[in-house]
């Protein structure tokens, strides 16, 4: 099926279709009975959107908590078997090349090797150092220090008092300049604890991602998006997942979703 022939045989079911929106900034969007392309995405991803979008539709007609809870593989599939999850998660792969989460990786590799850079550089004035316990040395230092913010910021601005007409500016990577009398032990330090919540917040946005590609709706609408775009290679991903889902779409388990699959 086509764009327009989708959208007319969406409309006929009574599912609202909008074709000219920004869809929350999403490429589709689907909430109840209605379905929202956004009119930003590139033309050969409009169908395999709708199709997504349709399948979350037909989700909702099994299990109508699914936005809530994420779905559950047993009223999608009638089957709680790992192999499906597997599975589902090496066709989403396939189809959202942003699951891999290829370049937030390829980022927090490159910071842990900066971590690691630093860490050796304080070792060097203080080979007993150890990220896990505190560095009394720096704490000691730190007290008299406007350099304290910086371990909570990266960029600070601190407005003048009485005898300081213009506010001053300290940065992460501007430490040397702005306190030159800072040993390099404490510099790198203030640099590795920067680092070291960028790497929480990479895994946290790492960790965010895969929960939500991996929640059942998601990998199950990827999964009827994937069987247009390449049914023989999801065949060849999923070989347990398809042949259950095709004995349940045989069965019209799911509803009007073999008016569309089969015409693949």
Known sequence: MDKKSLVKY????????????????????FC????????NIPQNRVVPTMLHEFAHYIHFGLEPDMPKTGGTFQKLFQSENP????????VTNFVDESSLCIRLTEHKER???KILELDSTIKKDYPNFKRSKKFKEFDKYIKRSDAKYLLKYDRVKLMGGFFRFSPKIYTVNTIE??????????AAYIRLKSYTKKQTRITSRINKLNKYYKRPTELFARFVEGLYLDREWVEALAPFTCQRFFELLDEGYYGNLEDVIPKF
């Open 32 to 39: 109840r009975n209605r379905i929202d392309i956004s009119k």
């Open 83 to 90: 192999v499906i999850a597997e599975e589902l998660f090496k």
């Open 111 to 113: 910071v842990k090797e």
């Open 10 to 29: 969406f409309k006929s079911l009574g599912i609202k279709v909008h074709t000219t929106t920004k869809a929350r900034g999403h490429q589709g969007f």
């Open 177 to 186: 300049a702005c306190f030159p009398d800072m040993p390099p032990a404490f």
